[in-house]
């Protein structure tokens, strides 16, 4: 066993005095973790508790909350003593009332909230309002000062606390791992993210893992196996771990203490050794394994039952006081063994020894500015992005890769930003083709290089491209970038984005909160997720590939704080990225391709049709400003190219034809004003797309979303949207189009269905075009390709 | 170092023979594999390679084959040799040509499909059919003999393995995991499913973690940590590593046939302690570690790059040879260094020495009926449902959980399938009111036990029940569990369902080709996914526990393959459970509270309910078969709860009003017959909706979903729907439905607006409503629990 893994306890850096004052802090957060569960008054305990004291509704989760305080009057003490820079992200399942005791504590919490006040009335308002119908929740919801880490939904805390120390060279994150937490995927790899921390330019994790040996109510996997294996796994995932286990707090305030120094000592030998020495081998960065009892301090038996050290406390552990006398004297004992009225002055104020223990200003957990990111958020140097733009002569007459294109952009963003913006992807950044970037940049990586990685690796201790084969993590990574004030773009293929779903859903609710409801959070940078390798050139993965059902799950989300944009070309694409990258308190999905595609707009034109969200496209309409016999209306790459094909072919079989053509960039200019402040007016809605004709609309993913966003406009009942349909496997690009119906000829057929005066006279269009499907469908067959000609004919001026 | 960790190469199970034998297999194989991805003709090179061999368009994956077919080898030498019963689990991305290539070699693939024969031309078909429109995939897609692990999304291939051989005492589960795939988060955490493997009851995993060293683009991690760190994480996940390293064929064979023969022993030891000598102590399994070049015997060097042992040999390492002549000559070089003249006799058939090496009949990997689980499904001994309903003598008269009353009937599912059925839940089937099942049978727990888990732990080494806080390792458990023809429930918290969104889809996507495309597949037994813990009472949570948007995931996906349920009451979830567990084939969602809800049916009533899927419930209506003023219609629990509350109120406020009633426990109802095999008819569907009358829709979900499934319905226009509107914080149960509008006050008011009739003459009841909205309001934010009557004031017959 080498000297790291030895027990901490045989080092004493504590005084009795500051033992004394150490425990004194964490009974003082013990109680009011306890207080805030189960008091409606009498928070002080200044009279014999009574039934009405008990609040009507018993919520909380205590189990977890005594070995978070542990953790944090600890962190109080280094901070203090070293004057480090710590914020504190809670990994275990509902560890709100650690959080909220330690942030009333300090003081952080009345700062913001001043009529939770640090008296006697305070308290009391303070311990109503935890888990009370209007007032704050039991996981460290953005309300909580000092969080940017919720934790409602169990995983991300590592990869949180990673993304929040990138460039931020002097930040330490403790990151309290729950170990029911552990055993989730997403936690289980984001232990990797070591090998991605520049001991020279970025901040430390210290993770704690928290062996609290329960979940709900199960014991969990990493308490439930030998010390030796756990110690195996964590030296595995590449760090150096600590063991403070036991259950008597002085021992363990003094086993705390030393691990704790002993962590700290090693964060900034190993950061000297970088920074001073120009060490470059990866280091084994140390960590804590805190193994304490579940409910730790609270009551060891109740109703017969095992409760402290066992998943019964998980929530309330003693579960009626207010109607059970019994439980009602259990309840007093307990809190009144944490000795109140030593902790709290006369006016119910934390008693001045432990005052004087806290750290100050925005040291303070409850009140570092990193946790509040916006605060220290600059603006982006950006480019101009018009200086990117190509050349377009003539719409659809050239191909060229959009991405490809928004690489050379991104590479000078990151070069005029090189501490404050981050490009993440799995594995597919040159995938993406967003291969410009390495010209600026390599991607981090912290673990053994080989000679051949020098050709074409682009592996660099110090890059800004951060790529891991785990969406989750760099999801966490982006989101803990950003919350900490940072700016950042993440590329995924179109059907694993859906990996991340949940993680996006939470994102999306931590951010209306915020933005909404918390004016003291600063806005942050937004979210920017561009979603490429779509569907439609999937053909040669398969069906696994095929998925562009990400945009519903976004869709549901608050329409304050997502938005969605499909430019249909290079110049688009800048311009969106452009506007994106400006953005706070968004999450901005962007879809677009890496393969070559037709360009259509030139630099200015792409920006004023960006700017408006939708528009007509008056060189590919005919009905020259008249009411049209029809509308064809697109959104995305290939859904473009085809619905203008598609126009060409109605042109020359139907020349008198008046056809508008309408292109939609911000998918939520379909939604009503009412419904989404990018939503168009009925008024301009119908102007577009009429109020009785019929429109043919050619979408990018599945085809129900443009229903759902459009059904309230008048003119639904005559939209006729084709999109994906479920339908695909091996195919040629132009096959895969044909099956689910968003090609050129199946539009075609679909406008003389729907055109009242084509019925009759366009039978024969119609067979010609079913004769088209079949020989470009025989073509693909027998040649694995499509027809050369097919993607290039489309309107040619 | 213990002596597992030996390199193994000091052992020499092989006589030369067997050797030459096993390399002339792997050349087979690799010769396979390489010309599947390059040609169209000439496929034994019978002919020089000219051009026109060359297929026009170049895709597949060779990088991982050589690594996958030479473990394939291997393992057919050890189901010879041993009689073993193994199915092989393809983990890294792309790995199809090297499972094809082993699939047609051992004439699994030419049983299947008689036009790829083992002969010149059914090779040529072979061939030219592999990444080719309207061929195969380069995945192991479900046409893939022997697969039941497609592997297009990365990170399920260890879980799916462990789900195959949980109770198949005989079976072993050769999972190969790629090191790209091995930084996911599902697949970093299921090397603990070792925890919930019984080694008298279930199988063996053998996970063979393939150092292939890189992914698309880059280094892997764990190919780039030290040996010693390596081999401490896999000790850490509980195995026992069996490293296999090189570059050189002859000693690579000697040292994996000597690993893989250490691992049978050890595996088979391990077996024989548990089954006979009653060891009951956890077992450290063995694996492989297999550290092989990626692209291993192709090109070493291509334009002057790296190429063998590279990324750049990832996918099509010589990019050009059907037009660059060096590069032909490169590849025709390659391909005769397998020396196929010596590996396929006259005809094309692999010669008779290669054929004596496969393994015979289903023992083939092609050909293990455990890989088409349908042939070996046996339906379930299901116990009456009926005798589990509650007794309704009136409807809406008391509370009960409905979960608790499946938790009864599921736990005599569980009795009288002691092997063959398993349920899933993330440590949450307490939480979620199934405990009853604990009667019958425990939690799997491989792990340490302590004596407090004897209160109430329910900790068995053979459970039935399957807790892990990972919903990924779950669900990938459950889908390799059906896909090998058993069957099971997992149970979920509504909003972190979404947690496994893309592994829905990608087993949707699964089950529709072998469904819809492959008549050799047999129907596989139903996933079923209870969604429980719902949004609406989802309160004291708050907002990250609010999402049920899961379902609009699910209805993007093909209308064979998925349904949802939302069963009102326990009753109708006993019926509608009882049909989910006899289905095939299926994605069934049920969605049911564990809260106690109101009933509504009784069982008879519940039976007719849930066969019809939809129904007015009369007993609720007033429109006495008449032409209704309104239709009130709901799904789900709390929606219909409101929505019957809505009709009593608007019954006392205006008597004479004609309302009818609609339930719907099958939302597919909702979708016309034309899109869903259980949509209704136009005419079913108005004469329940009417043609023009309002509809006032509750509904447990996104509204938008309603409207999505009904926007072609001609009464759409009137459909009024409500549901989540993503509004809630900590609240109380009905001031979360106020905030949302899903209460019966709204409900009314809405009514009230969309009624002709009472426009004028119903202001004064909306003022009355509106009244009742904030005193209850008050009331839940000044005691933090809402009016002890709101929920019981509901019709009283």
Known sequence: MD????????????????????????????????????????????????????????????????????????????????????????????????????????????????????????????????????????????????????????????????GAVFDNPDLIAAVMVGDGEAETGPLATAWHSNKFLDPVRDGAVLPILHLNGYKIANPTILARIPREELTSLLAGYGHRPHFVEGDDPQMMHRQMAAAMDRCIDEIHAIQRRARQDGDTSRPRWPMIVLRSPKGWTGPEKVGGHRVAGFWRSHQVPIPDPATNPESLRELEAWLRGYRPEDLFDEAGAPAQALRDLAPRGERRISANPHANGGLLCKALNMPDFRDYAVPVQQPAAGYISPTEVLGRFLRDVIRRNPTNFRLFGPDETASNRLTAVYEASGKTWMAQTLPEDQDGGHLARDGRVMEMLSEHTL?????????????????????????????????????????????????????????????????????????PGFLDVVCNKSPEVVRVYLPPDANCLLSVADHCLRTRDYVNVIVADKQPHLQYLDRDAAIRHCTKGIGIWEWASTDEGAEPDLVMACAGDVATMEALAAVEILRHKFPELKIRFVNVVDLFRLMPDTAHPHGLSDRDF???????????????????????????????????????????NINTPFELAILNQIDRFHLAISAIDWIPALRDRGAHAKEWLRDQIITHLDHAHAEGIDREDIRDWVWSG
């Open 3 to 162: 000297e790291a893994a030895q027990p901490a306890e045989h080092r004493q850096p504590l005084t009795d005095e500051e033992l004394r004052g150490l425990h004194a802090y964490w009974r003082a957060s013990n109680y009011l973790a306890a207080g805030m569960i189960y008091l409606r008054a009498n928070p002080l305990l200044r009279e014999p508790l009574k039934p009405e004291h008990i609040k009507r509704r018993l919520l909380g989760h205590w189990g977890s909350s005594p070995g978070q305080t542990f953790a944090l009057a600890h962190l109080n003490r280094l901070i203090r003593q070293r004057g480090l820079n710590v914020i504190y992200i809670s990994g275990p399942g509902h560890g709100a009332p650690a959080t909220l005791a330690h942030a009333y504590l300090d003081g952080g919490y009345s700062d913001i909230y001043p009529d939770r006040s640090q008296d006697e009335a305070g308290m009391q308002r303070f311990f109503r309002m935890f888990s009370s119908p209007g007032g704050i929740g039991s996981h460290c919801t953005p309300e909580t000062p000092g969080s940017i880490h919720e934790g409602g939904e169990l995983g991300y805390s590592l990869a949180h606390g990673y």
């Open 475 to 547: 999801e966490g990574w982006f989101e803990g970038y950003v919350l900490t004030g940072r700016h950042g773009l993440f590329a995924s293929y179109e059907a694993f984005v859906h990996v991340i779903d949940s993680m996006f859903n939470q994102h999306a609710k931590w951010l209306e909160k915020a933005k909404l409801e918390l004016a003291w959070r600063a806005p942050i940078p937004s979210i920017n997720l561009l979603i490429t390798s779509l569907v439609w050139r999937q053909d040669h993965n398969g069906f696994t590939h095929q998925d």
């Open 686 to 728: 119908d102007s577009l797309f009429t109020a009785d004709r019929p429109v043919i609309f050619n979408f990018h993913a599945y085809p129900a979303l443009v229903h759902r966003l459009t059904y309230r406009r008048r003119n639904h009942a005559n939209f006729h949207v084709h999109g994906y349909r479920e339908r695909g």
